[in-house]
């Protein structure tokens, strides 16, 4: 029944490790997002697809990948992680330029 | 660039009060949207109300309601008769309507607490 789902809710990783982090949703919307939000909870975009073609990618290390393989999944990697990667990674989605539904976030850890 | 500012960090009502949070935001657009959202310690992000810049009626949503100064770029939240589940960090945002405008940009939130 969940909206917006992501997997895990918490990823606590070493550094130098490559990690993924998936999300499912079930609306039927065509625009799906990654948001970071970082220690002080501000909140910024990451990635956007739109009907699995990419079409927002903000100034993000390009360790950073995110894959959609279709348009109820947007998935993101991560490759050689860093102690500055540890944040709450929050998937959405929307129809267009509808409102965002957010999962529940994905928190991640990097020792 | 879009920027949206927040400038109280941290506020507190009292139970059954009634509190205002502010947010002004900067654009050189003429249609937008506005968002309030609500991240309690479970920290879900919930969508508490939406105004669109073309509308000049204020949204209201059950005990929620947002004064729209489009001129003056403000959108500020009313609480009314505050509970204690409304204790949560809450967001201001925006995004424009032109292609590729799909993103949110936020600001960086007031923590609200609610005192019994």
């Known amino acids: 029944d969940t909206a917006v789902s992501q997997t895990p809710k918490y990823l606590v990783t070493q550094m130098g490790n490559d990690k993924s982090i998936k999300c499912e949703q079930n609306l039927g919307h065509d625009t799906m997002y990654w948001y970071k939000q970082d220690s002080k909870k501000f909140l910024k975009i990451m990635f956007s697809y739109n009907n699995k073609e990419l079409i927002i990618n903000e100034t993000v290390p390009n360790r950073f990948s995110p894959k959609s393989p279709d348009k109820a999944h947007l998935n993101l990697h991560i490759n050689s992680l860093e102690l500055g990667d540890s944040a709450v990674y929050f998937c959405?989605?929307?129809?267009?330029?509808?409102?965002?539904?957010f999962g529940p976030g994905t928190r991640l850890t990097v020792l | 660039a879009q920027t949206v500012t927040q400038s109280q960090p941290e506020m507190s009502v009292q139970e059954a009060e009634t509190v205002t949070l502010s947010c002004t935001y900067d654009t050189s657009e003429s249609d937008y949207y506005l968002f309030w959202y609500k991240q309690p310690p479970s920290r879900q992000m919930i969508l508490v109300i939406r105004q669109e810049a073309y509308k000049q009626q204020n949204a209201t949503e059950n005990r929620f309601s947002v004064n729209f100064q489009k001129a003056a770029k403000s959108f500020s939240l009313k609480i009314s008769d505050s509970q204690l589940g409304d204790a949560a960090m809450y967001f201001c945002?925006?995004?424009?309507?032109?292609?590729?405008?799909?993103?949110?940009?936020f600001g960086k939130g007031t923590k609200l607490s609610v005192i019994p």
């Open positions: 959405a989605s929307s129809q267009g330029w509808d409102w965002q539904y």
């Open positions: 945002a925006y995004r424009g309507s032109g292609a590729g405008s799909y993103q949110l940009t």
